[in-house]
């Protein structure tokens, strides 16, 4: 447990005091393990993985195949699946030949393509402002990677796109609590986008062991929660997603809010001045799997970038302690909350690195 006005005047904790071996680091990182999922209100284990294709739209160089799929408590998740057309991938007509496709097993494994899990920043339309050529500008990342060659998932997560609960605004989370009390929406998330990882490593043209997740803002802490807790993931993508609650001028951010209430249990602990994780020991749970983070220093929505910038060198000394530094890319730049051109290609190309080395694009 942390005290907020220690935190304010020392900033934040080092992940490596009293780190004299890795059983040490072990034993630290299963307690911030524990910390994190009592605090969420745990996480569901994965349920039986069923899936239905609802319409196939055929792009200039790839397939969208709109489909549903199965989540824990009898939940549906829609989403748009990307397939690029190559000489690996059969021509698709109908929604039932993309289904049949979806299913066969006789697709080689040798020439199966690496995949990546989209998720959306905080946007009313969900997952097509990341996928369509219509949707939000420097974030089409899941158009542009299935351009690259991946196979791409990009759910709607709770409260966005096509998951707006009947009479309520993008983004609120009333309804969500009405019926888990005591859980989260960042355990929901968590949970849903595990099962994304389950659907893709379904399908036999994708190659269960190059399996990345990409996001921006909500999209991109979504990501590294997701790997933090679910090693299928092979390399992780953060935009603007990590923030720190040391120096945090939205208090509540985290905690219980009029609208998207991340973590409830947060706002207790919060109230009474202390917290019970810094969100660099949650990133720091992604190594050893390769890990690419940017921020800016102009960013409205988590201004406070300095203790953040601290939190990375931190997570930055963990991957050189483990002698994973290789695996670990940071950059910290002066744009706002945005995942701008020059920035994205470098994302790309740490993706081509992890995901697409030794693969036949």
Known sequence: MYSLIELAGKGIPSLLDNIVDLKRWETKREGIVNTWLETLGGIPPLTETMMEVVALVDQIDHYLVKVRYSTVFDDRIPANLLIPKSGRTPILKTKEEAKRFLFSDSFPQTSSFPAVLALHPTVEMGKDAICLESGTENRQYGLELVKKGYVVLAPDSITAGERVSHGEQPFHTASFYKKHPEWSAVGKMIADHRQGISLLESFSFVDRSRIGVIGHSLGGYNAFFLAGVDTRIKAVVCSCGFSTLTKDPERHRWGRREWFTHIPLLSDYIKRGVIPFEFHEILALTAPTPLFIWMGQND???????????????????????????????????SGHDFPPEIRGLAYSFLDHWLYAGTEK
Do not use: C, M
Request: proline letters at 6%; hydrophobic letters at 35%; zero cysteines.
């Open 300 to 334: 409205q929505i988590f201004p406070h970038w300095q203790p953040a910038a601290q939190g990375l060198v931190e997570v930055h000394s963990l991957y050189d302690w483990l002698n994973e530094r290789e695996k670990y890319t940071s950059f910290i730049g002066h």
